[in-house]
């Protein structure tokens, strides 16, 4: 399997609401990535996980929570987010910590409307 | 110093043309350089990359190039074909440091045909 998986593919939530953003890899991959993508922008760093510690935090809000349970599986917590935040949101998986030549594998996101 | 240059924004090409894309760099402790493209709706794609130990690197119509006294590297896409519009982003890391991918703003590529 060299698919990072992530779930739902559309989301569509209120400024009150509480959701999460799953991804999930069954490489063996050890670092874990959480990025933010504007229309035509490149990938924007959120969260780095590095063996299931956050290792990296981009000076992300507060209503933004990461969290990996195990080695093959990331979430993405939200909470209390603005229009602003809407955006297609990339998982990515590398084998070692943060890139190490092998590239990253990254999921096909979470398109993300908030209202 | 940590930024990574890209041009052209965007790029349209004739089928069977030959796609050229250009990034620069300033940080030279970077030393991995991969190349991604990005399909509508899509998350980016690990096309090929290189290190700074190797001037040029092909795999099938797609060639990277890469300069390290100019502190240049380019994509060079042969033939060119529908198939290859896409956003192409390149990016840059620094291994030993483990710091993660810095992206370029990224070309959008139209082929036609």
């Known amino acids: 399997d060299t698919e990072v998986t992530q779930t739902p593919k559309h989301l569509v939530m209120g400024m009150t609401n509480k959701k999460s953003l799953k991804c999930e890899q069954h490489?063996?991959?050890?670092?874990m990535y959480w990025y933010k993508q504007k229309a035509k922008k490149p990938p924007e760093l959120m969260f780095v996980?590095?063996?299931?510690?956050?290792?990296i935090n981009e000076s992300v809000p507060s209503r933004f929570s990461p969290e990996c349970p195990n080695s093959s599986l990331l979430n993405l917590h939200l909470h209390a987010l603005q229009p602003e935040d809407s955006a297609l949101y990339l998982c990515?998986?590398?084998?070692?910590?943060?890139?190490?030549?092998?590239?990253?594998?990254f999921g096909s996101g979470t398109r993300l409307t908030v209202v | 110093q940590q930024q990574v240059k890209q041009s052209p924004q965007s790029l349209i090409v004739q089928k069977g043309g030959i796609s050229i894309i250009n990034c620069a760099y300033e940080?030279?402790?970077?030393?991995?350089f991969p190349w991604y493209q990005q399909f509508p709706g899509k998350g980016p794609a690990l096309l090929i990359a290189?290190?700074?130990?190797?001037s040029e690197k092909k795999e099938g119509r797609f060639t990277i190039s890469f300069n390290k006294s100019a502190k240049q590297f380019s994509l060079h896409i042969m033939d060119s074909q529908p198939g290859d519009s896409a956003t192409y982003f390149c990016?840059?890391?620094?291994?030993?440091?483990?710091?993660?991918?810095?992206f370029g703003k990224g070309t959008t590529l139209s082929v036609s045909s």
């Open positions: 290189i290190r700074p130990d190797v």
């Open positions: 940080n030279t402790a970077f030393d991995y």
């Open positions: 990515a998986s590398s084998p070692r910590r943060q890139g190490v030549g092998y590239g990253y594998t």
């Open positions: 996980y590095s063996y299931e510690k956050l290792s």
């Open positions: 990016a840059a890391s620094w291994e030993q440091a483990g710091t993660a991918l810095i």
């Open positions: 490489m063996g991959h050890r670092a």
